[in-house]
């Protein structure tokens, strides 16, 4: 299967779309059923104790799985998640950056189903694992 948005597009979309948080992620790598992005790491992403909060793994994951299915469908801005569930398995190293390792399981007209592994840098092992669930809006 085709991309309709490769790592360029789709970090021009963050940064035209989602403004707020554009500075915080960097799509590195896209395929058709794979995408890494990074969640660069600043002082409002950490929990007491300097390591990276639960919040923002979550959020890698949601952008992760949001970013795959744009690559695949295009700028559809109205793609909206509908379910995640999230493992926290490990303790991210202090102040590292987090990669989102995301497969798409699933694309079909209504929805996009996808698995993400979050790492931390420096550590081989995942620190998190997310499934999650997007729903795709009408085509007319």
């Known amino acids: 299967m085709d991309i309709k948005m490769d790592a360029a597009a789709l970090n021009a979309f963050l940064d035209r779309v989602f403004e707020q948080v554009a500075d915080d992620f960097v799509v590195e790598k896209v ?34 799985a949001y970013l795959i299915t744009l ?45 993400v592994l979050i790492y931390s840098d420096g550590m081989s092992e995942p620190v998190a694992r997310a499934s999650l669930t997007y729903a795709i809006p009408p085509r007319a």
Do not use: W, Y
Request: glycine letters at 8%; hydrophobic letters at 40%; aromatic letters at 2%.
């Open 31 to 64: 395929s058709s059923d794979r995408l890494t992005v990074r969640l660069k790491v600043g002082d409002k992403h950490l929990r007491p104790g300097g390591t990276v909060s639960g919040p923002a793994m979550f959020a890698l994951a949601d952008v992760a």
């Open 71 to 115: 690559a695949r469908i295009g700028p559809e801005a109205l793609t909206v998640t509908t379910n995640c569930a999230i493992d926290f398995m490990r303790k991210p190293a202090a102040r590292a950056d987090l990669r989102g390792e995301v497969r798409l399981l699933k694309l079909g007209k209504q929805l996009s189903v996808s698995d």
